[in-house]
């Protein structure tokens, strides 16, 4: 017996915060029963479990999926807007996978996707700094911040690069913070994921990761405060 909204992570429903709302809402069923109770345990091997009368079936195997995303996609399945979303890219995939943390619309670089809701869960908790969350009302967490003076550019549109490094995710928090000391941001691009690189995926392009990266992630996602997700 596990927690409900463990199960539904598991099932690649939505994070385990996020299952809790549906709990709240009203749409999870076990056994043909409404269950609005947090600490709700079930079994899912045996228990008939449902989000808006669909049955969550945890998947038979758990796929990591590292995507490069281009500019112009939304970080989600599904967009009220009807705006191009990364699941748009993936051609092939059969089980039901979600992105860990997010990109967004106008920033590219690289993306995980999976529907293993332990790993994500992990990755995305604030206190371990690997993929990030969006965190509202509190000051950020220091970054780590190199300027490659080789890109410096003078004359009226002063332009350079930086590589930042940070150890959470909140919404837009890199243009956030370089707008906040007047360095409007031009373009955004995540080039690593924790110990997660690829400079060869082109954009739009996405992998399977290997199991030794998978193993890498795990590792990071185990310590605190590890270094995360630099772009540039």
Known sequence: MERLQKILSQGGIASRRASEQLMLEGRVTVNGVTVRELGTKADASRDDIRVDGRRVKLPERNRYLLLNKPRGYVTTRKDPQRRPTVIDLLRGIGEY????????????????????????????????????????????????????????????????????????????????????????????????????????????????????????????????????????
């Open 97 to 232: 996978v979600y992105p860990v943390g997010r990109l967004d619309f106008e920033s590219e670089g690289l993306l995980l996707l999976t529907n293993d809701g332990d790993l994500a869960a992990r990755l995305t908790h604030p206190r371990h700094g690997v993929a990030g969350v969006t965190v509202e009302g509190r000051r950020t967490t220091p970054a780590e911040v190199q300027l490659d003076r080789r890109s410096i550019r003078s004359g009226a549109a002063r332009q350079a690069t930086l590589t930042v490094t940070i150890r959470e995710g909140r919404n837009r928090q890199v243009r956030n913070m370089c707008e906040a000391i007047g360095h409007p941001v031009i373009a955004l691009r995540r080039i690593a994921i924790g110990p997660i690189r690829d400079a060869k995926l082109k954009p739009g392009q996405w992998r399977e990761l290997t199991a030794d990266e998978v193993q890498r992630l795990r590792s990071a996602a185990a310590r605190v405060h590890t270094r995360s997700a630099p772009t540039s």
